[in-house]
DNA sequence: AAGTGTTACAACCGCACGAAG
DNA sequence: TCTTCGTGCGGTTGTAACACT
């Protein structure tokens, strides 16, 4: 069907509202209601189209719009919101008393997203992301390389080495959590995935290969501004945080080194590597690692109860390696 | 002080979907 | 079942305010 946009009738009134244009429509909804948009500025006397009253209403008037800026609870909540809802802006509103979509999609573009993009994690999956720059380096390493450009072979080589080193630790890293985060998850909640020998998934994860997972997100059952502890509700949209939290602990005591920055338990958590501002508090967000969550539901005898939920994590992963016995590369890299 | 670039946010645009006829 | 209409949503644009040179 095609229908003619508001914005066709030239007639109408574009651009801001002034003063005198949102009394009326104010007072025309606070004594009539808003049952039809579309007849609606005619009625209040209004040269706009009903849309655009609509919209005006809802981002602005409403008595119930919360103004001002977004605290840090709210920040945070709207990080982990998105880390699962995607750009699904009203539904991310509908947590949030007070804030419109627009006001949460704007504050997203500008603010958070930008902070995410400092931080080296990819603000639309909510993983770190490999600089390109870094790639480029590498490249121009190998070109040089390979001209005998460079003044110290040994040095460039030694370089080169830390390079591909770094790369196959993030990638690695990467594989991992892309496991985690899509059937790994439903399988650890059935139980002993990692405790089991299951050659398949260690290659897809050795190879790189993607599970992928084109599931809609499961029905947020719970208030997602505090993040479920049940297995279900993450469904392959596990908080990514979270999910760095498990890593914690994993690759030493500093944490990942990625780009420079050294990521801890969750973003929320920088060293004085990173002097950017904490996206979220740390005392405030919750880190609640998938492994928790497994732990409280699925069957304990299949988990450390003596050691943290992080380290069962990757004792089942050295486990599943020394099962195959598929390579002492890929422990050397895990060392 | 003026010009230019950047940021933040309000508003617009077009598509999708559900309800009603 | 098809068409029309109203509404909701997400992406994009326009512009005022601010920062920088």
Redesign the pocket.
Known sequence: ???S????VSAL?????TPDEDTKLIDYIERNG???????PKLAGLN?????C???W???LRPDVK?G?FSEEEERVIVNLHSV??????????HLPGRT???I???W???IR?KLLQMGIDPNTHKPRIDPSHLLNLSQLLGAAQSGNIASPWNSFLKLQAEVTQLANIQLVRNLLQMMNTNTLTNIENNRLLGSQNPSLFRALVNGTTISNTKEPAPISQDLANPPVTPQANNGFQDISNLWGSCEGGFGPEGLNINGNTWSSSYGIQTEQDPLPALVSASTSPVTSIVHQTESKGDPSNYSTTGTPTSTIFEAWEKLIDDDNISSYWNDILD
């Open positions: 069907m095609v229908r946009p508001c914005s066709h009134k574009k651009g801001p509202w808003h049952e039809n948009w579309k007849a609606l706009r189209c009903g849309k655009s609509r919209l005006r809802i981002n602005y103004r800026e809802l995607g750009n699904k802006w009203s539904r991310i509103a509908n979509d627009n006001e999609k704007n504050f573009n500008t603010h930008k």
